[in-house]
């Protein structure tokens, strides 16, 4: 049975910094296969960063801010987000693909509040 299983989040205020992992079991996926997302209240989920043809990619809104890494020996991925802003404020969620290339493994979430 896979898992995915995310760590880290919390308060922070503006211009703060906070690391998120994530953790898969039950399967090993390859990086072009993980990523993250986040929901804001009220907002559609957003595509925050993960990989395509083994090229890291971004949302426009945390370019330059957030960085995602991996760690293949234990199967985990990782978000270091720099530079928060209020509006970063959001569920962020761990997320794998199939091999049908669908978002279909999901973690329960991690609660990123930043304070202005």
């Known amino acids: 049975q896979v898992q995915l299983v995310e760590s880290g989040g919390g308060l922070v205020q503006a211009g703060g910094s906070l690391r998120l992992s994530c953790a898969a079991s039950?399967?090993?996926?390859?990086?072009?296969?993980m990523g993250w997302f986040r929901r804001a209240p009220g907002k559609d989920r957003e595509f925050v960063a993960g990989?395509?043809?083994?090229?890291?990619i971004y949302g426009d809104t945390v370019k330059g801010r957030f960085t995602v890494s991996r760690d293949n020996a234990e199967n985990t991925i990782s978000l270091q987000m720099d530079s928060l802003k209020p509006e970063d404020t959001a569920v962020y969620y761990c997320?794998?693909?199939?091999?049908?290339?669908?978002?279909?493994?999901w973690g329960q979430g991690t609660q990123v509040t930043v304070s202005s």
């Open positions: 997320a794998a693909r199939n091999w049908n290339n669908v978002w279909q493994f």
């Open positions: 039950g399967h090993t996926f390859s990086s072009d296969r």
């Open positions: 990989w395509r043809n083994s090229e890291v």
